[in-house]
């Protein structure tokens, strides 16, 4: 039906609008008579169900005579893509079958011949070459590009031979995209309508070129069908790759939301089904959902995934690379690729005790702005549903958009379904409807790969727990050599409460099969509502502003949820936007979010300068063996269209220096008391989350492809200090808090080495030794607070906040300067040293 469909809309929207145009412009009221011609096509359209309801309509592998009447042979030429959703256009020479066709309509593309038979004369198919040895560039500066980076040289060419013979096996059974748009090659580049002059990219639907392909009803009709091809065959992959007979265990179950029958306020989730193990999405949540994808489409926008939780979300254990995150990133990128949106998927999470809640404090600095997609996976340090509640409220008040929010506790996200309109639900992890694996060997190989050593009955438990990880630390390669020997395995967080690859791989699988149960679901409607509204589609239907404000709104008006009850002795964090900098990492846009950058001379006219802690190495880690996919196993990311490691170009390795800037040079003797201000813990590179940002490969480390960018960093400075000055920018509600420690530490010159961090140094707050004194400049104005006058809150056991007075009196957004410098009246007398640890700034 959806190629009838493609087939009617060629020929009925496109006759009538296409003849009438210069009719309209003509006469001046191109409104009224496109109006005319959209009557004409809705006749048209009649008259060719009618006449064609039992015709066969061809498919795009379909050698019917009706199919090849739609097409000519002829050549054309290569060159630079449109965007991103079409297929390498190629310079056609004869093949087996004569020459290759080319749809004679130059608006849009058809699906070229069988992968084997296109070559350009020389011997070799267009596809080998593109997964062949890549042209040669000049090394990229881009740091965190990845299309701009490519794997040393040993990789020889047996190993591209290996990967197209795969290929050629992949796309032959499960097809391949072949979508492109012949109107860039004959015409030029298509107009593109200016995103960026309307909020949230929400242009008019009658400001768009009718040369546009969203005005092009055969382009989008034929874009909309490949892509559905493109969902429906991941999908069914990712089920082959389990060795399953049906997508039950990666299934979302739709649920509706009410209030509790126990009069208590709370929200009830009700399951319409419970049939699927993929988890829970409430109705009209999915619609939300799907307007936020199909926005991004029609705006050719980013799509921001970010995942925050604890050292399980992370990793742990793993290679970064390994978490559940990049695992459905990987699979996901080269989708919605085609679908001409780019994805950006970020790994928020962080091993520490504080939870989201430290983050969140900083509203959408640290997390990022424009999040769409907003998971929540923190249950071993998140243990208060205010604290979930205050994570996500923030996200709504302090970013451009508004996330759909996955996981977090059922009532909470209940009650902001209920009282905001958010847009919920709920994943489901679990191993439901993977095949067992026992102790007998025979019976584990005849599993499936990814399902081999995944789930274990409680009796054959240990034998998964010694399949569990398959991480390491280095890979052999001839242009680097780390000067420090290499651990085999990563040497922390291999415990039984931390996932395995193999869960984090079912994960990210679990969640790219919701994303694409979504886009199937998207890409329908858009075909079904085109052909009832036009094209370009009706702005109701994809714009995206109102439904942000209006959840936005309303959690403003909230006042007795969880989070209020979480943050009763600051209320207003809950309906403020805070803004916030730290050391912490991973952080969005680091060089822009942390607390250096805010630093502005000091009343002595000075600012403290950190070395920066130099990475061995910079671009793409060689791949692990172990961890490849056997080929003889479906691997998913190739059948969606993956693109092999052997195209990316030259990387820019860097010289490194074993002498160069480590944390060691931070730390102090006891033999004398740096006055310098000082970070501790600091490790290298740009540590954004990303799977692409390379981050954590100090010179000393021992354990390079660890990869994970989670660390504590911290400013330090002592009671002998000069002042350390910060700028806070737009304030508004008048909130300055810190999130920092004061303590001291015995300067006894039999210690050969004081090192400010061990597990005597970090104390229980909110102690603060006597003989403290903290003074606080504010502008102009100076306070000084002894220890029982410092206003301090204490959020949990791991994070205390110190709150200060701006004495903002007017709702006028206005710049602050403010200074800190630590006094100790008795270090002295008990031959101590105070200091004073600062890990995140905030203010609204």
Not at 46 to 62: E, M, Q, R
Not at 155 to 163: A, I, T
Not at 563 to 577: D, G, W
Request: charged content about 25%; overall charge negative; some cysteine.
């Amino acid at each position: 039906m959806r190629h009838f469909l493609i087939l009617v809309s060629e020929l009925v929207m496109n006759f009538p609008q296409n003849k009438l145009r210069a009719f309209a412009i003509a006469n001046g009221d191109s409104r009224r008579n496109k109006f005319y011609a959209k009557i004409f096509s809705a006749l048209l359209l009649l008259i060719f169900c009618g006449s064609f309801w039992n015709s066969k309509v061809p498919t795009a592998n379909d050698n019917s005579d009706g199919w090849k009447e739609l097409l000519v042979y002829s050549k054309y030429d290569s060159g630079e893509l449109a965007d991103s959703r079409n297929e390498e256009p190629a310079t056609v020479g004869e093949t087996g079958e004569g020459k290759v066709p080319a749809v004679l309509n130059p608006s849009v593309g058809v699906p070229m011949v069988e992968y084997e038979q296109i070559n350009d004369g020389d011997g070799k198919t267009i596809d080998e070459k593109d997964v062949g040895a890549g042209v040669e560039t000049q090394p990229s500066v881009t740091r965190n590009d990845s299309k701009n980076e490519t794997l040393p040289s040993e990789f020889s060419e047996n190993d591209m031979s290996s990967f197209q013979k795969k290929a050629h096996a992949q796309v032959r059974d499960w097809g391949k995209w072949s979508f492109w748009d012949g109107y860039v090659t004959q015409l030029g580049p298509r107009p593109v309508p200016d995103y960026e002059t309307y909020e949230n990219r929400d242009v008019p639907s009658d400001t768009i070129d009718d040369a546009s392909w969203q005005a092009d009803a055969v382009y989008v009709n034929h874009f909309i069908d490949s892509a559905i091809k493109l969902v429906i065959r991941t999908k069914e992959a990712i089920v082959a790759e389990y060795g399953l007979e049906n997508d039950l265990p990666f299934r979302v179950n739709l649920a509706e939301i009410e209030r509790s029958p126990s009069g208590k306020g709370e929200a009830h989730i009700v399951k319409k089904s419970s049939i699927g193990g993929g988890g829970w999405i409430e109705s009209s949540s999915l619609d939300g959902l799907v307007r936020r994808l199909l926005h991004a489409m029609v705006t050719e926008d980013e799509f921001h995934v970010v995942v925050a939780g604890d050292a399980s979300a992370a990793g742990y254990g793993n290679n970064f690379n390994q978490s559940y995150a990049f695992q459905f990133h990987e699979l996901m990128e080269t989708v919605f690729e085609r679908l001409g949106v780019k994805l950006v998927t970020r790994n928020m999470s962080q091993r520490g005790k504080e939870g989201t809640t430290k983050m969140s404090l900083a509203g959408s600095s640290l997390y990022g702005p424009n999040i769409d997609f907003l998971v929540w996976d923190a249950p071993s340090t998140d243990l208060d549903v205010g604290d979930v509640d205050f994570f996500h409220r923030q996200a709504f008040l302090s970013g451009n958009k508004i996330p759909f929010l996955w996981g977090g506790m059922e009532n909470e996200l209940g009650n902001l379904f209920l009282d905001a309109g958010a847009d919920v639900g709920m994943p489901n992890w679990s191993l439901k409807g993977i095949p067992v694996t026992t102790v007998d060997e025979a019976q584990v190989k005849k599993l499936a790969w990814a399902t081999q050593y995944l789930n274990c009955e409680n009796a054959n438990a240990e034998i998964c727990k010694s399949k569990k990880f398959n991480s390491a630390c280095w890979v052999n390669r001839s242009d680097i050599v780390p000067p420090t020997v290499q651990n085999r395995q990563p040497s922390r967080a291999q415990t039984d409460k931390n996932h395995g690859f193999r869960m984090h791989k079912f994960m990210g699988r679990k969640l790219a099969f919701m994303m694409l149960e979504a886009l199937e679901r998207t890409l329908e409607e858009w075909m079904e509502k085109s052909m009832m509204s036009g094209y370009p589609l009706a702005d109701e239907e994809w714009h995206i502003t109102d439904h942000y404000n209006n959840i936005r709104d309303a959690s403003e008006e909230i006042n007795d949820g969880y989070c209020e009850e979480r943050m009763n002795f600051l209320p207003a964090l809950c309906k403020v936007s805070m803004k916030g900098r730290s050391e912490y990492t991973p952080r969005f846009d680091p060089e822009k979010t942390s607390i250096s950058s805010i630093l502005t001379p000091s009343p002595e006219g000075t600012i403290p300068s950190f070395p920066v802690i130099s990475m061995l190495y910079d671009g793409y880690d060689l791949p692990i063996a172990s961890q490849k996919v056997p080929d003889d196993e479906i691997n998913v990311n190739e059948i969606a269209g993956k693109r092999s490691f052997m195209r990316r170009r030259q990387s820019n390795l860097i010289e490194y220096n074993i002498t160069s800037a480590t944390k060691e040079e931070n730390v102090n003797t006891g033999k004398g008391i740096s006055s310098d201000w000082f970070l501790l813990d600091q490790i290298s590179g740009y540590c954004d989350g990303r799977k692409t940002s390379h981050c954590n490969r100090n010179v000393d480390s021992n354990c390079l492809l660890d990869g994970h960018h989670d660390a504590e960093t911290v400013l330090v400075g002592y009671h002998t200090s000069s002042w350390i000055t910060f700028k806070l920018v737009g304030v508004k509600a008048g909130i300055f808090l810190i999130a920092m420690k004061i303590k001291t530490k015995s300067t006894n010159v039999n210690k050969k080495r004081l090192r400010l961090k061990d597990e005597n140094f970090v104390g229980t707050s909110p102690f603060i030794p006597q003989g403290i004194e903290l003074d606080v400049l504010v502008n102009e104005n100076m306070k000084t607070y002894s220890a029982s006058d410092l206003d301090i809150k204490h959020i949990r056991k791991e994070l205390d906040i110190i709150q200060f007075s701006l004495d903002h009196d007017t709702e006028k957004k206005l710049d602050y300067t403010v200074g800190l410098q630590l006094r100790c009246t008795a270090c002295a007398e008990r031959s101590e040293i105070a200091y004073l640890e600062i890990s995140h700034i905030y203010w609204s």
